[in-house]
């Protein structure tokens, strides 16, 4: 099981820093993603850091503000958000599994929401002034 944490209010311009960690083992290995899902859109992959090389993989829209790491004997994974917009107030939740991305028809993929296993309960972040 996933539980994040870190959620709150902050002011355009401002940072957060939002963690994922698993309760009772570690997240090594592990591929790790950071969705947000804004009332009455769809839930969007924002960020995975790989479990096989710690590479990253990061939206467009959140390219040059978040980014991801692991912590902790990489018990935790964290998402560091700077430079924030009101347009990145959303629910956040940790998602992980096997990889960031499929192999699909002869090449990769992201891995969709729904391919993921395991999730966190999510995070509020909101941003305002």
């Known amino acids: 099981q996933l539980v994040e944490s870190g959620g709150g209010l902050v002011e355009p311009g401002g940072s957060l820093r939002l963690s994922c960690a698993a309760s009772g083992s570690t997240l090594e290995r592990y591929a790790v993603a950071w969705f947000r899902q804004a009332p009455g859109q769809e839930r969007e992959r924002v960020i995975c850091?790989?479990?096989?090389?710690?590479?990253?993989y990061t939206a467009d829209s959140a390219k040059g503000r978040f980014t991801i790491s692991r912590s902790d004997a990489k018990r935790t994974v964290s998402l560091q958000m700077n430079n924030l917009k009101p347009e990145d107030a959303a629910v956040y939740y940790c998602?992980?599994?096997?990889?960031?991305?499929?192999?699909?028809?002869?090449?990769?993929?992201?891995?969709?929401?729904?391919?993921?296993?395991?999730w966190g309960q999510g995070t509020q972040v909101t941003v305002s002034s």
């Open positions: 998602a992980a599994d096997q990889s960031c991305h499929l192999w699909t028809a002869g090449a990769y993929r992201p891995r969709t929401a729904d391919e993921y296993a395991d």
């Open positions: 850091i790989s479990g096989a090389d710690d590479s990253t």
